[in-house]
């Protein structure tokens, strides 16, 4: 079946613009996650999702990030005033429950650069 | 704060070489541990993985990681490699008493000539 998808897959913004990214779980999984990975580094989690509930953001890093999940399948992960800093691969991951055991199934992310 | 160590950054072998990139985490309760592997134009995907039972695990393509909860480590080993292991591999961990999301690694990227 479909795979999470994510778009767009490339994004150019000038430092100071609002951003959207999409992403597009596996039908039907309940969880849904977003990481940021910077040059040379792991991923790291930004926020959590169950259905529409966004139960953990404690890994946004400043009020400019905001996520969001309405009807619990399609995300949006928002940016205002970009900065330099944010330029980053912006990766999306679902998983069918909430189990700390489940396999997060990531999509190709979306490579922001703030210019 | 928790983290998860790779130790090796960039891992240069040829092909039939054995494999061991190494993982260390820091956090001495009950954890859930994997490997992910991000092969060149492709999305990250899970390897294997280990959350009880056998603390040897196995996982597609030859891979095999051993927990060793004494040792906070969880590395990845393949007896033989082949050119089409040349990848990014990612260890992450999922430590029970903080929500469901991962911590990664910074990566092991590994080049297999042939």
């Known amino acids: 079946g479909a795979g999470v998808s994510q778009s767009p897959r490339y994004k150019v913004a000038k430092r100071g613009q609002d951003v959207a990214l999409r992403c597009d779980p596996i039908s039907g999984h309940v969880s849904l996650f977003w990481y940021q990975q910077a040059l040379g580094q792991g991923p790291e989690f930004l926020t959590y999702?169950?259905?529409?509930?966004?139960?953990?953001k404690s890994g946004l890093p400043s009020d400019r990030f905001f996520a969001e999940r309405p009807e619990g399948s399609v995300s949006t992960l928002k940016i205002q005033r970009t900065q330099q800093e944010d330029s980053a691969v912006y990766l999306c991951?679902?998983?069918?429950?909430?189990?700390?055991?489940?396999?997060?199934?990531f999509g190709p992310g979306t490579r922001l650069t703030v210019l | 704060a928790q983290s998860v160590s790779q130790h090796n950054h960039h891992v240069i072998l040829s092909e039939a070489a054995s494999l061991e990139l190494g993982c260390n985490y820091s956090?001495?309760?009950?954890?859930?541990l994997f490997w992910y592997v991000q092969y060149p134009g492709q999305h990250l995907q899970l390897l294997l993985k280990?959350?009880?039972?056998?603390?040897l695990v196995k996982g597609i393509k030859g891979f095999e990681a051993e927990f060793i909860k004494s040792k906070f480590s969880f590395n990845l080993r393949k007896p033989s490699v082949q050119w089409s292991d040349t990848a990014e591999y990612f260890c992450?961990?999922?430590?029970?008493?903080?929500?469901?999301?991962?911590?990664f690694g910074k990566g092991t990227t590994l080049s297999v000539s042939s």
């Open positions: 280990y959350f009880s039972g056998d603390p």
């Open positions: 956090y001495g309760g009950t954890v859930n």
């Open positions: 991951a679902s998983s069918p429950w909430g189990a700390r055991t489940d396999t997060q199934y």
């Open positions: 999702f169950q259905n529409e509930a966004q139960l953990d």
């Open positions: 992450a961990v999922n430590i029970n008493q903080a929500g469901t999301a991962l911590i």
